[in-house]
T-cell receptor
Framework: AQKVTQAQTEISVVEKEDVTLDCVYETRDTTYYLFWYKQPPSGELVFLIRRNSFDEQNEISGRYSWNFQKSTSSFNFTITASQVVDSAVYFCALSEAYLQGAQKLVFGQGTRLTINP | DTEVTQTPKHLVMGMTNKKSLKCEQHMGHRAMYWYKQKAKKPPELMFVYSYEKLSINESVPSRFSPECPNSSLLNLHLHALQPEDSALYLC????????????FGPGTRLTVL
């Protein structure tokens, strides 16, 4: 069965610090997708990034960067120079194989990130 | 228009009430999903519709009844709910066979008294 582990339940840092959120996954599929979502207190799941299993290139988008390593089954997320607005719960997710044309996302337990001023 | 809308945003209901949650998208997505999210937990899949047919039911109690009347609309009918059903209900849609494009709605926060 597919599984996503976010070992860090809560992280608290001071503004402007860099912070890395860890994500480790398990899957037997050779083709899969990995996602990161942000969920602020309002509840909406905000899509941040998706990565397919064939693309191990790291990505940087502004203050956000992602490190995908198939060898260690990890897809870590780093926020540089954190800001108070980054405070949220962050979920890493893995898509299972297609099921009758649809797909199921398996989520990690989430990491609650608090950025203190 | 890359948006999934959900109504209502908040819903409070008693255990004997019947209510419905609505989800709509106009992106041409033919796969639509209901997820349930309890406080401090990740979203959990409830139902999947693919081409307007129910393809996945994750052993959800019958007091939750999904309906997909057309390719743009997904409903979740609620009846005789329990207080433990209080949660955030998220709708999502995607292109069948394209899991990299999945969009979530803002959710309906349900409270069962």
């Amino acid at each position: 069965a597919q599984k996503v582990t976010q070992a860090q339940t809560e992280i608290s840092v001071v503004e402007k610090e860099d912070v890395t959120l860890d994500c480790v996954y398990e899957t037997r599929d050779t083709t899969y997708y990995l996602f990161w979502y942000k969920q602020p207190p309002s509840g909406e799941l905000v899509f941040l990034i998706r990565r397919n299993s064939f693309d191990e290139q790291n990505e940087i988008s502004g203050r956000y960067s992602w490190n995908f390593q198939k060898s260690t089954s990890s897809f870590n997320f780093t926020i540089t120079a954190s800001q108070v607005v980054d405070s949220a719960v962050y979920f890493c997710a893995l898509s299972e194989a297609y099921l009758q044309g649809a797909q199921k996302l398996v989520f990690g337990q989430g990491t609650r990130l608090t950025i203190n001023p | 228009d890359t948006e999934v809308t959900q109504t209502p945003k908040h819903l409070v209901m008693g255990m004997t009430n019947k209510k419905s949650l609505k989800c709509e998208q106009h992106m041409g997505h033919r796969a639509m999903y209901w997820y349930k999210q309890k406080a401090k937990k990740p979203p959990e899949l409830m139902f999947v519709y693919s081409y307007e047919k129910l393809s996945i039911n994750e052993s959800v109690p019958s007091r939750f009844s999904p309906e997909c009347p057309n390719s743009s609309l997904l409903n979740l009918h609620l009846h005789a709910l329990q207080p433990e059903d209080s949660a955030l209900y998220l709708c999502a849609s995607s292109l069948p066979g394209r899991p990299e494009f999945k969009y979530f709605g803002p959710g309906t926060r349900l409270t069962v008294l």
